[in-house]
């Protein structure tokens, strides 16, 4: 898949607010082929934590209290974005969300991105009564560590979107622009 380049991404949060992230994970992808997969703990603003949160991902306070806060993250981050300006997210509108929130809630600039949605492709081309990522993931048999934990929810996006860009028979990402945006 020579030129399909992207960075898979993932967050989680503490609270129901998208800018309370509390993990981030992203999955770099380099001519079709994954070549690193990271995830950092994040401090919320607060470091404070609502238990539904705590049961979906079971991060606590605890995890967090000596993380850094998402400026610093976001600048990590970022030096990934500098070769590879595209991101994908298995339900993008909320990890997208995630990104803008937090980007205001710290008075930073919002980059130049492009984004693609992994749910919204598998949505038009898969005919499943579940569209989750754990859910395709099983169906198309693609390994996983431990559903919502950012990292490996990153490289799970990585691998589905990977497939549905073959199951499109699609050459390269800008095919795939009715399932994306910009930042």
């Not at 990590?76 to 205001?104: M, Q, T, W």
């Not at 949605?117 to 169906?139: E, I, T, V």
Request: contains cysteine.
């Amino acid at each position: 898949m020579q030129g399909i380049n992207f960075i898979a991404i993932d967050f989680e949060t503490a609270t129901g607010k998208r800018a309370s992230i509390c993990e981030a994970g992203i999955c770099v992808v380099r001519d079709g082929e994954i070549v690193e997969t990271r995830s950092w703990l994040v401090r919320p603003q607060g470091n404070s934590y609502s238990y539904w949160n705590m049961q979906i991902h079971g991060i606590r306070p605890n995890d967090t209290v000596y993380s850094p806060e998402f400026p610093e993250v976001w600048a990590e981050i970022c030096g990934y974005l500098k070769d590879i300006p595209v991101l994908v997210a298995h339900n993008a509108a909320f990890d997208i969300g995630c990104i803008r929130h937090s980007l205001e809630l710290y008075g930073m600039e919002k980059p130049d991105i492009t984004y693609y949605c992994s749910l919204r492709a598998a949505r038009k081309l898969y005919n499943f009564g579940c569209n989750s990522l754990d859910y395709l993931c099983d169906q198309f048999k693609i390994p996983y560590g431990q559903h919502h934990r950012a990292g490996d929810d990153a490289e799970m996006c990585a691998r589905l979107f990977l497939r549905e860009i073959k199951d499109f028979g699609l050459c390269g990402l800008e095919e795939m622009k009715y399932y994306g945006g910009k930042l």
